[in-house]
């Protein structure tokens, strides 16, 4: 069985799961996933330059299981998120845990509340502020509040002089002061790119809102389309009826030039009722009509020659570029799309229109150029937004509003620009994929 435009559109999984690699929690678990090595960097550097530099004496086989264990945990944390992209508040809640933990860990075995790198539980409670809902923060500040007890409480202090009154001269100041600098550093660093993937969520949302909007709006206009057409569909077919009498009534039989008028507006009256035939079997509601197979290049030169018999006056070039052919079903909406850009081409520049259809890669491209005035650059701006047009009339701008959310909905893209020697060029790009025939669909539906 065929599929209409808008089940082919279920074929762009590929195109559209990209994207959740991108949410925003993805990218702060994969930024705290980085922060863990350099914690882990940090560890080691800190470990031998405390022991071989200063001559400190550590427990290194207890701190070096510790760091073994946060190796580990680091390393299944980066191959889960390699290949699972959906990051809840838990599992990023999960993770500042064990930070939280490996940290208490390595401070109980060198000094407690005496190691000036304490004040590393700062930048965890931030992140947690910043990454985790409401309940998950404060849980966080009581487990920091917890292990700070329990350093004071059980942690033996170093051997260290406690020298404060030689400023800079003295270790404990010096360990301070890395410790602030590298908190001031990390938190600099990651909340700025948090941030940034929070405005992204966000611009995301919007733009999610926008289309659900905008999709809201054509299910309207769609209702409204289909109502309209099947109003029409009574009043056509009695004039058709009339027009079929008249041809037979002998007043005009006799009078050849009444039965030219007649046969072009019977003519006229025929396309109308295949335009709202074509409203209907896009809804859905015609029966008998369906899509069919065919290949892309023999639905482009079909398309043109019908478009070219309903505007014989226009200068009109054509070319069909496509090497590799390939079946595709032919769909209304999708014709309805490309007439929708001739049509706006051609009210711009009714004395020349260009169309050339290439194919690369499975992509098709579909380059409508005029000799028009070219898009306002408002319009530029805003382009396939509803009623953005210049031809002052109600209901403006719809046609590439459709365009515009028909090519989005088949994993494509719209780009309209205006060019140096004046004119415009809109370019659609479709996935082939989206409207290729699948393995043994039958002819006709």
């Known amino acids: 069985m065929y599929r209409t435009i808008g089940q082919a559109a279920w074929r762009q999984a590929p195109l559209t799961a990209a994207p959740l690699r991108h949410a ?45 264990c946060l190796i580990a945990f680091n390393l299944f944390s980066h191959l889960r998120w390699h290949e699972e992209t959906t990051v809840t508040n838990s599992q990023v809640f999960l993770a500042l845990l064990m930070d939280v933990a490996s940290l ?100 995301q949302l919007a733009t999610l809102r926008q289309r659900a909007v905008e999709e809201e709006h054509i299910v309207r206009m769609g209702l409204l389309a289909s109502g309209a057409a099947h109003e029409l569909g009574t009043p056509l077919s009695t004039l058709a009826v009339i027009l079929g009498d008249w041809r037979r009534m002998p007043e005009f039989a006799r009078n050849p030039d009444l039965l030219a008028e007649i046969g072009e507006m019977q003519a006229q009256l025929m396309r109308c009722k295949s335009i709202v035939s074509g409203i209907l079997m896009s809804a859905g509601e015609a029966r008998g009509e369906a899509s069919a197979r065919t290949s892309i290049k ?88 509803p009623y953005q047009s210049t031809k002052g009339r109600p209901g403006g701008g719809l046609g590439l509003f459709l365009v515009v959310n028909v090519a989005r909905t088949l994993g494509g893209t719209v780009h309209p620009h205006n060019l140096e020697q004046g004119g415009a060029l809109v370019r659609v790009c479709l996935p082939l994929a989206a409207i290729a025939c699948e393995p043994g669909d039958a002819d006709v539906l």
């Open 104 to 203: 208490t860990a390595q401070l109980s075995l060198s000094g407690g509340m005496s190691n000036p790198f304490v004040f590393l539980y700062l930048l965890q409670v931030i992140l947690s502020a910043v990454l985790l809902a409401p309940w998950s923060t404060w849980t966080i500040v009581g487990v920091v509040g917890l292990c700070l007890a329990l350093l004071t409480a059980f942690a033996k202090p170093l051997a260290l002089p406690l020298d404060y009154q030689h400023g800079l001269k003295s270790l404990y100041i010096q360990g301070i002061l890395i410790s602030v600098a590298l908190n001031a550093v990390l938190l600099a660093i990651f909340i700025t790119r948090i941030s940034g993937n929070l405005r992204a969520g966000d611009a």
């Open 298 to 385: 023999v639905f482009l030169d079909q398309l043109v020659a019908e478009w070219r018999a309903a505007r014989p006056g226009a200068a009109f070039v054509y070319e069909n570029r496509i090497v590799r052919d390939v079946a595709v079903v032919s769909d209304s909406t999708f014709k309805q799309m490309i007439w929708n850009v001739l049509e706006n081409g051609l009210e711009a520049s009714p004395d020349w229109l260009c169309l050339v259809a290439t194919e690369d890669g499975g992509m098709l491209t579909l380059e409508v150029t005029d000799r028009g005035p070219g898009f306002a650059p408002a319009m530029l701006e805003r382009f396939g937004t």
């Open 24 to 68: 925003p929690g993805y990218r702060n678990m994969r930024h705290l996933i980085e922060l863990r090595w350099i914690a882990v960097l940090g560890q080691i550097t800190t470990i031998a330059t405390v022991t071989l530099g200063l001559g400190v004496q550590l427990p290194l086989a207890p701190m070096l299981q510790v760091l073994a």
